[in-house]
């Protein structure tokens, strides 16, 4: 193995121990994957964070839709969507899906987060869409999944839990935290009365001024 596919091995381990100190991460069900070359390196399947070490993540190729994988473990269940997103985003290079609860209270009731916060531009435009549902693990949730990406960062997956891409693991972290955030802050807001939605020009504004920002708040 070489020194650099060890670090990124070693950093997924750490992102998703932060999945559960950060509290978005529900049980085992968050998952985190990074592309190496031609490969995707991901979380195993079912197995407890404080337990998982750098060899037990999972590698798949990236144009190898087979479910072949190497590894002690099995890769994720929602290694469809993770390999997906990264073959057809090459704007993305980590993956991070879990099933935060205000993310998935909204999901549950399919409702997009509209742009009720600036924050909301963190995920490159005015809304953050709620993908249509299909069972977890199929090649039709990935599908779904692309779509509701489209020129985003995030989404929502109905009845189930969002997705966040970042340009590394530590980007795609941040958003994962910023996305539960704004889910909070938007659900909260539903019960006094409902957000007031800010312009697609504030939004533009707050776009203009996200350039190198993100990079900063994760150090
Ligand atoms: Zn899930």
Not at 103 to 130: E, N, Q, S
Request: with cysteine.
């Amino acid at each position: 193995m070489t020194k650099a596919e060890k670090a990124l091995r070693d950093e997924l381990v750490a992102r998703c121990r932060e999945l559960n100190s950060s509290g978005i991460n529900q049980g085992t069900s968050g998952n985190i994957s990074v592309r190496f070359g031609d490969l995707m390196l991901i979380s195993p399947s079912a197995t407890p964070y404080d337990e998982m070490t750098a060899d037990m993540v999972a590698s798949v190729a990236l144009d190898d839709t087979s479910g072949a994988y190497e590894g002690p473990l099995k890769p994720s269940t929602e290694w469809r969507f993770h390999q997906k997103l990264l073959r057809e985003r090459p704007d993305a290079n980590a993956v991070v899906h879990a099933h935060p609860t205000y993310c998935t209270t909204l999901a549950i009731t399919r409702r997009p987060i509209p742009a009720c916060h600036y924050m909301i531009a963190a995920f490159g435009g005015t809304d953050v869409r709620c993908a249509g549902y299909a069972t977890f693990g199929t090649e039709e949730l990935s599908i779904l999944a692309i779509e509701a990406m489209k020129d985003r960062t995030a989404c929502l997956l109905a009845n189930h839990g969002m997705i966040t891409l970042g340009e590394s693991m530590a980007k795609a972290m941040w958003r994962a935290i910023e996305l539960e955030a704004i889910a909070k802050q938007y659900y909260l807001s539903l019960q006094i009365g409902g957000p007031i939605i800010l312009s697609n020009d504030a939004i533009a504004e707050a776009m203009k001024s996200f350039s190198g920002y993100g990079l900063q708040e994760t150090k």
